[in-house]
């Protein structure tokens, strides 16, 4: 088993920018978890199957192989042997993503794959119930959050800057949805775990919550060691 750092989050609190900077900084395999849904996701949505429609999905899920490799360090996640990286990152995609991911055919199918990534290899994976779920014995559990303004404006600025026009209003609400449909669902609901350290970005820059999750990391592993 691999030194796993499990961060679990809501949807734009950084998790990936910050999990991916802290494993160069430790030299781990960062892992996207979300990715896995959202290659389950773009599937359904490429085959018209009703994201609603819980036993269309669990079917569906028979026709589906996903792979997870890596690449120079860049994660990559191949759909029935399609490289898919670059076309699961839409907002379409991330909502079917969340819809689907409620579904115990749909958990089940990566629960395997996941856990056989960080029995390989030191990983930071970052998700909803990595702490909680997939790896509940992982020596540093972080929970990753920031309120909801902030996470707007984040991603306000993000498709702005992309050149997409966007409303804030209309993000933020989004985002109350995601939160509460991800919060609230019956099978590995997101929640902070119970040994879990708190960090709230809201008022953090990129490199202080880098920086504090590489010190945790650093003082565990010392503490691990010998
Ligand atoms: O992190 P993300 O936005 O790429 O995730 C997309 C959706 O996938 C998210 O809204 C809920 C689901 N998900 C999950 O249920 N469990 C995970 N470990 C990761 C993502």
């Known amino acids: 088993m691999g030194f796993n750092i499990a961060i679990d989050g809501p949807a734009g609190a950084g998790k990936s920018t910050i999990a991916k900077r802290a494993a160069r ?24 199957i009703d994201g609603r429609d819980e036993a269309a999905v669990a079917k ?16 990559q996640i191949l759909l029935n042997g399609e490289n898919v ?12 993503a969340s819809l689907i991911s409620a579904y115990p055919a749909v958990r089940a199918k990566l629960l395997e794959l996941q856990r056989s990534v960080a029995r390989k290899e030191d990983v930071i994976m970052d998700g909803r119930d990595i702490g909680t779920c997939i790896l509940p ?24 800057q992309k050149g997409v026009s ?16 991800d919060m609230n669902r019956e099978i590995a609901p997101l ?23 590489v010190s945790c990391a650093r003082e565990r592993l010392a503490g691990t060691a010998g």
């Open 166 to 181: 966007c409303d804030l209003e209309e993000i933020c609400r989004d985002i109350r949805e995601r939160d509460a449909r």
């Open 60 to 75: 569906a899920c028979e026709n589906m192989e996903i792979t997870l490799t890596h690449q120079k360090g860049e994660q």
């Open 137 to 160: 014995d992982a020596p540093l559990k972080i929970y990753l959050t920031a309120s909801v303004e902030t996470r707007g404006q984040r991603r306000y600025r993000e498709l702005t």
């Open 25 to 48: 900084e430790l030299g781990f395999v960062y892992v996207d978890t979300g990715a896995l849904y959202r290659a389950m996701a773009l599937y359904c949505l490429k085959n018209q």
């Open 191 to 213: 929640k902070q775990a119970e040994d879990a350290v708190l960090v709230d970005s809201s008022e953090m820059t990129i490199e202080e919550v880098t920086e504090r999750i």
């Open 85 to 96: 990286t670059g076309s699961i990152r839409t907002e379409e995609v991330g909502n079917m």
